[in-house]
Nanobody, 116 residues
C-alpha cells in the first residue's frame, strides 16, 4: 500500500505561481511513476504531468511551458511548479503513484483556484 499526502494548493491571481508537493509513504520502493491529475467542476479528471523513476516526464499540452514536474532523490516526493497560472487551471489537483505489482494510488486532492 502507498499513502499520498498533497499540499500547496491555494488561491492565486492569474499570472501567479504555486508549487504543489506530494509525499508518499508505505511501499515507496515499488513506486515507478508519480504524477498529477486535475479535475474541475463538471469535468473529468485529466492528466497534468507525470514523471518516472528515471525522470522521464510527460505533460498535457495545456500546461507545457508553464508547469514543471520534478521528484526528489529519494523518489518519494513529487513537486509541480505552476507558473503563469490561468483561471482555467482552477481545479482540484490529485497526486497519483503507481508501481509494479502494487497498482495505482491517489491522494486526497488539493484545491487550486486562479482568479482573473
Amino acid at each position: 500500500q502507498v499513502q499520498l499526502v498533497e499540499s500547496g494548493g491555494n488561491l492565486v491571481q492569474a499570472g501567479g505561481s504555486l508549487r504543489l508537493s506530494c509525499t508518499a509513504s508505505g511501499s515507496t520502493s515499488r513506486i515507478d511513476t508519480m504524477g498529477w491529475y486535475r479535475q474541475a467542476p463538471g469535468n473529468q479528471r485529466e492528466l497534468v504531468a507525470t514523471i518516472s523513476r528515471i525522470s522521464d516526464t510527460n505533460y498535457a499540452d495545456a500546461v507545457k511551458g508553464r508547469f514543471t514536474i520534478s521528484r526528489d532523490n529519494a523518489k518519494t516526493t513529487v513537486y509541480l511548479q505552476m507558473n503563469s497560472l490561468k483561471p482555467e487551471d482552477t481545479a482540484v489537483y490529485y497526486c497519483y503513484a503507481q508501481g509494479l505489482f502494487i497498482g495505482g494510488f491517489w491522494g486526497q486532492g488539493t484545491q487550486v483556484t486562479v482568479s482573473s
